[in-house]
């Protein structure tokens, strides 16, 4: 028999059921829920008379309505997510990090941080960027309001075990290639549902040379190639990350987490359904110039010709891309003008996000035509940038210094864009309207979004 793949490992250490033709039960081990997947669920279980079955291993967050600006939500429909978030909390015995509190944030920022993902768990929660989790070496899966309604009710969760897939990374990037330009690369080269029904397992010198923060940024992005997983075997790293979280095991049990966390890897000869090679010797900074994250080209790059693409359907899927886009083939990517730059949300909203942004910005102006937001991606954040002087970097520069929430990664709240307002986006979704009705979002990393926010049109910091 052949070894184990590491998402295998951590599946069938969760097996609760197994039957023929049926879908696997597992055993949840943290479930994260926010305001606006869990109202039906709360209310299902309400209609059958059923409680929650583990309130204690259930982390509610407000994060998608909230505004940035202030405590009070004025759209009428969000504030009474929220207050349901808050009732359903207290009828449950459910912690709750409110809007404002000192732990709020964005769902996925704010459970890494408190040391409450950890290598080797199950991580459920209705929310398709739960992949971020995998960064620690858990499985973590987004799933539907039906299934949070499954969780909140037995702490298992019915699945179909995904077929697995290896990202191996190929040499060591140049120090202007960040964890999004690497992601981007990924679902470029295989298409934004190029991983439907896999899990993703990242490997190679560039995935291990990365941070927690960057780890998560590839692994939010997961769910962008059509993967509900994306994992990174545990190391030094993840366990340096973990060692000072309030969530972490301590004494002893430190000691024998870290052994067993230490053999959650793939087995040398394990072996995977796919295998992807990405060299990135030659990498360069990436953006996207269209309406999926696989429209995905390098900063240097020109604006592709849909006639250029074989496949009918990406033709045709190209054309329509940018007639929204409101761009022209063969335009230079960095001849593009920007207006609005967003830094935040749980792809790249950490501090590590923050101090690569204002290594850009310090001692330089935005560019007068341009709005930047930066939105720390948890409160947390916000006070440990402040600690480090990076609000006023941002400040100074003419940046806006927010409270933490989703913001602009999403119109669900009163950070949207105004009509067609073309945005550089550190984000993960470039849908249409996904930033406001006529939005028109390129995603980038931190880096490249503040040099564009200096430059007014997009840019890395080398050209600044
Ligand atoms: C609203 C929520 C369910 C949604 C998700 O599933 O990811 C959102 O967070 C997003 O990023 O699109
Ligand atoms: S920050 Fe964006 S991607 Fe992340 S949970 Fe919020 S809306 Fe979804």
């Not at 793939?266 to 429209?295: C, E, H, K, M």
């Not at 006023?392 to 709240?413: D, T």
Request: hydrophobic content about 40%.
């Amino acid at each position: 028999m052949s070894g184990r793949t590491l998402v295998e490992k951590v599946w069938d250490d969760h097996l609760v059921h197994r039957a023929d033709g049926e879908p696997d039960l597992l055993y949840v081990d943290l479930h994260l829920v926010h305001e606006a997947s869990s109202p039906q669920a709360f209310d299902g279980l309400r209609q059958t008379g059923r409680r929650v079955r583990r309130p204690d291993l259930t982390l509610a967050v407000e994060d998608h309505n909230v505004p940035t600006d202030s405590l009070l939500i004025s759209d009428p429909m969000g504030r009474a997510q929220v207050e349901q978030l808050a009732a359903n909390c207290a009828e449950h015995g459910i912690e709750h990090l409110r809007h404002g509190t000192a732990h709020q944030g964005v769902v996925h920022v704010v459970a890494p941080e408190l040391g409450l993902v950890q290598p080797g768990m199950t991580v459920i929660c209705g929310d398709s960027h739960t992949s971020t989790h995998g960064a620690f070496g858990a499985l973590a899966f987004g799933v539907g309001t039906s299934d949070v309604e499954h969780v909140l009710a037995t702490q298992t969760l019915p699945m179909r075990r995904p077929r697995t897939m290896a990202v191996d990374f190929v040499g060591r990037p140049s120090a202007d290639v960040t964890a999004k330009d690497l992601i981007l690369a990924v679902i470029a080269r295989i298409g934004a549902n190029g991983a439907h029904g896999h899990a993703l397992e990242y490997r190679g010198e560039a995935v291990t040379a990365l941070t927690m923060a960057g780890r998560m940024t590839m692994c939010n992005m997961s769910v962008e190639a059509g993967a509900r997983v994306g994992v990174i075997a545990p190391d030094e790293t993840t366990f340096a990350y973990l060692a000072d979280r309030p969530a972490r095991p301590t004494g002893a049990a430190w000691d024998d987490a870290v052994a067993w966390w230490r053999t959650l890897r793939s087995d040398p000869d394990a072996v995977f359904d796919r295998t992807v090679d990405i060299d990135v010797t030659a990498l360069t900074p990436f953006v996207s110039w269209g309406t999926n994250p696989g429209q995905s080209v390098p900063l240097g790059a020109a604006v592709p010709d849909p006639a250029s693409f074989t496949d009918p359907g990406q033709r045709s899927a190209a054309e329509r891309a940018l007639d929204y886009m409101g761009l022209v083939p063969h335009t230079p990517m960095r001849d593009i003008g920007i207006d609005t730059v967003f830094l935040g949300s749980c792809t790249n909203g950490r501090l590590d996000d923050l101090r690569a942004a204002a290594e850009v910005l310090r001692d330089r102006r935005v560019d007068s035509r341009v709005r930047m937001l930066v939105v720390p991606g948890s409160m947390d954040v916000r006070r440990r940038a402040e600690a480090e002087g990076l609000h006023e970097v941002f400040q100074s520069a003419g940046a806006e210094w927010r409270l933490s929430g989703c913001s602009m990664c999403m119109g669900m709240n009163a950070d949207r864009a105004q009509g067609s307002q073309r945005i550089a986006s550190t984000s993960n979704r470039n849908y249409e309207g996904r930033q406001g009705d006529r939005a028109r979002t390129h995603l980038v990393s931190p880096a490249v979004a503040a040099a564009t926010a200096v430059a007014g049109r997009l840019a890395a910091p080398s050209e600044l």
